[in-house]
């Protein structure tokens, strides 16, 4: 019964599970372009463990006809490291959320991220709490006036992508629910590097947050909103790309082409940089003194966790031979005691 | 108060031979007592002695110089027949400072011998440790042996061509006492030299250093005098084989690299640092050429969390941890349970609760362990009892876990995480295999279920990679068979029902309880873990004195044997002597409707055999009913 490849289509990759989001919810467009991104990439199906916590986004693994494991809140991403780390032939797909993945499961992220373990990490970002009905999340915005924040939030909200930076990501992406175009190219790319993944997803949430994200969604604000990256190009952006991301010291501003201010004033994007700076910038950028950047912000080589850890696995049989049970327990210092 | 100083004539000294000697070196934290306890544990063993240790080490790394507070103690027995425990009272302690003797000497048995360092006793030593005079000097020390050893200036000494500075010279005092000790009670000299040269191989100096002031320690003790007496204990009668001296840890480690190979797995270890378990998590770190995967984790939660992961991938998974790690471990131990899978979780019990007394020991997380989690969660524990028994015990607990699809908790404690112990190496080739079934095929004609359960009700082990056999396991309540997510009433009580039965199915393989003494009678002493060496060498000096006591020593906890409870009708008293405030005992009367007498003690200290024994007595002689 081994799968047939290639030649899966997306919807092969679809369990018979009935999906359980709420009408109008980011996840189905999200959970569409994945399946979608495994048979474009011709990604047998039992290869892929699907790794999720607890939240709205969470229950993905039940609805991708792979290996799925649905955890507890918080813990994807230490339970998709022993999966990775037992088995480094796998495709590991961790799927949480802004609650699961950075009040709960925050520490976890960063030192999955510093790890850099060969895993794809979605972040669906919409700002809620859904699953839980309507509460702050660490990034709702400040003054947001949710269930548990009546009065307005008065917490400083994350940026994730900052985060992931910080903890030293090797790759780290920003893409839109609705923009299936571009989340399926951030998908691919994700996939393909090798080492940690990190990819926030901007999500709406029909029911407690629609609307979140209207700024980078709505055809009639996010040509003005949202700035597409691209790898060795000028930060552009506008309705008639007009406008553009100059660096003026440390700091970036807006300014307008033409008048004196070419292309080559700008800004260009570089995704490999040695320092991740310009990346952490970039994730600093907000509506609405900025647009806000989608795209693939850093891409780096570093060695990967699993792999160091075969690497050294390899060495140490290499040196001393492979373990001999009897031999080691036989080791260190021993003595014999004769039979009277 | 027999006080001896040095002097210098030559006479024949009488050798006493003794059946049994308790020894406890103790001084600053920094002295480097756990290593020479060490050394004289590893030379007794190697002469042929049965030996138990006991180190005893402040929670501060470096506590105030000369503190009582930064006293560090290792205690040990070495005996000419089998020995459980560390021993009561002390016949010899060494006291390298003040704070040492003020901490140790209530505990060494009138008439013992005190040894100590004469040239700590100093002015601010004193005041350090809280004394106002020199207690060498007044009655403190009366009614014991006081030999009164110049260790500094003998160490200086031996050390004075070295070219080493004083700090350097002092740091070798520990070996200077070593060597004093060596002679007294006759030891070979030569695994400590092999030792010093293999440690110090890179540091030439050091270990010259060492050598030297060991065997000048050696012969002062022959040439000076000090004591009248030098001391004999004749090999012990052991089984004949190959040995080697175990921690619990150690063993513990041991044994799970070992249920690894018999199970033809990668052994996967996710921890995070926590005393008194982390030496498990570097004793595996060491042994990459087994193919072991050691994983320090961010935090418990995380070395939990990751066990499962790589327990679902296929590895023999295991974590180590203590009662403070166990409690953030409880929800994810809760997942492993709900989803089925096989995994171990070794808790090296301390003093809690909270942060506790984290180097002392105490047996206070077996309701934890029982029950420490949410929902209907009934997981198997298991209890080890005495260092080497960790290795057995773990690899017992991988065999349970594997055959049924579960997290296993295994209980020591850092009395026998820490104790050493001589330990017949086994054969590896004579331990049985430990069955594991992987699936390649779909186990029903509508595809791959994988809550569908065996004779065991144990479900499938089918692993990600395997072409067919795609599923998916959570945390919501499964739909039996399918285990997809549902949220049927009948269901979740036939799950849970399904779990709990596939749990006390257990007791079919760990077999029927042994109880050592009358199979029926007054009294039966009943223990668990750690307390289990003084509660043998309590009933076997009860039964020497003619005294009809039995005592069973419990493994498998939960679930019991399925004989335990009949048992128990056999006598008229049971006592549970434990270190926490009767927590066996509650379960007992949870589960067997009995009323046992408890002994308890959760002073962070072992149990000393007589503290048991004269419970004993206490019972027999009032009729044996007591509570």
């Known amino acids: 019964m081994s799968d047939p490849l290639p030649g899966l289509k997306a919807k092969d990759y679809a369990s018979n599970q009935e999906v359980r989001w709420c009408p109008g919810c980011g996840d189905y467009s999200i959970l569409t372009q994945v399946r979608k991104v495994f048979a474009e990439l011709h990604l047998p199906r039992q290869q892929i463990v699907c790794v999720s916590g607890i939240g709205c986004s969470s229950r993905f693994p039940y609805y991708l006809e792979t290996y799925g494991f649905h955890g507890i809140h918080g813990r994807a991403l230490p339970i998709a490291t022993g999966v990775k780390v037992a088995n480094p032939e796998l495709s590991v797909w961790v799927v949480t959320g802004d609650g699961d993945g950075l009040s709960i499961g925050g520490n976890h ?24 009905k309507g509460q702050t999340s660490p990034t709702s915005e400040l003054g947001k006036r949710t269930k548990s924040t009546p009065w307005g939030s008065t917490e400083n909200p994350i940026h994730p992508l900052a985060i992931a930076i910080g903890a030293e990501a090797t790759f780290v992406a920003r893409s839109l629910d609705v923009n299936t175009k571009h989340l399926a190219a951030t998908l691919h790319r994700a996939a393909e590097h090798l080492g940690s993944s990190f990819i926030e997803i901007y999500q709406d949430c029909h029911v407690f947050n629609h609307g979140a994200f209207s700024y980078a969604s709505d055809k009639d604000q996010r040509d003005d909103s949202v700035i597409y990256l691209e790898h060795g190009r000028p930060l552009i952006f506008g309705k008639n790309r007009d406008k553009g991301i100059r660096l003026n010291g440390l700091n970036p501003e807006v300014v307008k ?13 570089d995704e490999r940089a040695r320092e991740p700076s310009l990346a952490y910038l970039l994730s600093r950028m907000t509506v609405p003194e900025f647009p806000e950047p989608m795209g693939v912000f850093r891409c780096a080589d570093a060695p990967r966790y699993e792999t160091e850890m075969q690497n050294q696995m390899a060495d140490a049989v290499d040196r001393m031979g492979p373990g001999n049970v009897q031999e080691l327990l036989s080791s260190g210092g021993t003595w014999v005691v004769e039979a009277p | 108060m027999t006080t001896e ?10 050798v006493e031979e003794m059946d049994e000697v308790v020894i406890r070196f103790a001084g600053d934290s920094g002295d480097g007592m756990q290593l020479v306890g060490t050394q004289f544990t590893r030379s007794s063993a190697i002469f042929g002695n049965d030996v138990s240790t006991f180190p005893d080490y402040p929670a501060e790394i470096r ?6 507070a930064g006293v560090s103690g290792f205690q040990l027995t070495f005996s000419s027949h089998d020995v459980h425990t560390h021993g009561d009272s002390v016949d010899a302690l060494v006291a390298l400072n003040p704070a040492a003797l003020k901490t140790g000497l209530a505990d060494v048995r009138r008439g013992g011998a005190v040894i100590v360092n004469d040239d700590a006793f100093g002015k601010v030593n004193l005041q350090r440790a809280g004394y106002t005079s020199s207690p060498l000097d007044d009655d403190t020390v009366s009614g014991y042996k006081l030999y009164r ?14 070219g080493l500075g004083t700090k350097q010279m002092d740091r070798c005092r520990n070996f200077l006492a070593l060597g004093v000790i060596y002679w007294l009670y006759g030891r070979p000299m030569e695994p400590t030299l092999a030792w010093i040269t293999e440690k110090f191989a890179k540091s030439p100096a050091v270990a010259k250093a060492n050598t030297a002031v060991l065997k000048a320690g050696y012969y002062f003790g022959e040439t000076c005098e000090l004591f009248d007496h030098r001391y004999r204990v004749a090999k012990a009668a052991l089984p004949p084989g190959q040995y080697r001296n175990v ?12 249920a690894a190979h018999l199970a033809g797995k990668e052994l996967f270890y996710g921890s995070y640092p926590i005393t008194p378990a982390s030496e498990i998590l570097h004793e595996l770190s060491r042994h990459k050429n087994f193919r072991v995967k050691t994983f320090q984790a961010e935090d418990e939660i995380a070395a939990m969390a ?65 029950f420490g989690r949410h929902g209907e969660c009934p997981i198997c524990v298991m209890a080890a009892s005495s ?16 055959r049924y699809m579960t997290p296993v908790i295994l209980l020591t404690d850092g009395y026998i995480a820490n104790g050493e112990e001589p330990w017949r190496i086994p054969a590896v080739a004579d331990l049985s295999k430990i069955e594991v079934h992987h699936p390649d095929a779909p186990n029903s004609e509508s595809g791959f279920l994988p809550y569908k359960r065996n004779d065991d009700l144990s479900r499938p082990w089918a692993l990600p990679g395997t072409p067919g056999l795609r599923h998916r396991v959570g945390g919501l309540e499964s739909e039996d068979l399918t285990g997809n997510v549902s949220y049927d009433a009948d269901n979740h009580e036939r799950m849970i029902r399904l779990r709990a039965a596939k749990i006390d199915n257990i007791a079919d393989a760990v077999g029927d309880q042994d109880v050592v003494g009358p199979p029926e009678g007054d009294l039966l002493v009943v223990g668990w873990g750690g307390t289990s060496g003084a509660i043998t060498s309590a009933t076997e000096r009860a039964r020497s004195r003619g005294l009809p006591v039995a005592d069973a020593i419990i493994r498998h906890i939960h679930p019991f044997p399925k004989n335990l409870g009949a048992i128990f009708d056999r006598y008229r008293t049971i006592l549970v002597p434990e270190l926490n405030m009767g927590q066996l005992r509650y379960v007992l009367r949870a589960e067997y409707g009995i009323e046992a007498v408890g002994l308890n003690k959760i002073s962070g200290k072992p149990f000393m055999i007589s503290e048991i024994e004269s419970k004993i007595d206490e019972i027999l002689e009032s009729g044996g009913v007591q509570s």
């Open chain 1, 109 to 132: 992220l960063i030192h999955a991220i510093r790890r850099n373990l060969d895993i794809n990490i979605l972040l669906f970002n919409n700002r809620i709490y859904g699953l839980t």
């Open chain 2, 387 to 402: 260092p080497s028994d960790c290795f057995d015990s773990v690899i017992e607990a991988c065999r349970i876990a594997i």
């Open chain 2, 306 to 370: 990751s066990v499962i992961g790589a327990a679902f991938a296929g590895d023999l998974a295991a974590t180590g941890t203590s009662g403070p790690g166990l409690a953030l471990k409880s929800e994810a131990i809760g997942l492993g349970m709900m989803i089925e899978l096989p995994m171990v979780i070794i808790n090296v019990q301390r003093g809690g609760p909270s942060t506790g007394l984290p180097t002392k020991t105490e047996q206070a997380d077996l309701l934890q362990s029982l």
């Open chain 2, 5 to 14: 100083t040095a002097t210098s004539k030559h006479v024949e000294i009488p």
């Open chain 2, 63 to 68: 506590a105030p110089a000369g503190s009582v």
């Open chain 2, 247 to 258: 921690s619990g840890n150690l063993a513990a480690a041991l044994g799970l690299i070992t």
């Open chain 1, 257 to 269: 082409l033409g008048n004196g201010i070419s292309e080559d004033d700008l800004l260009f994007h």
């Open chain 2, 149 to 162: 050893v110049p260790i500094t200036r003998l160490t200086r000494e031996a050390l004075k061509d070295t």
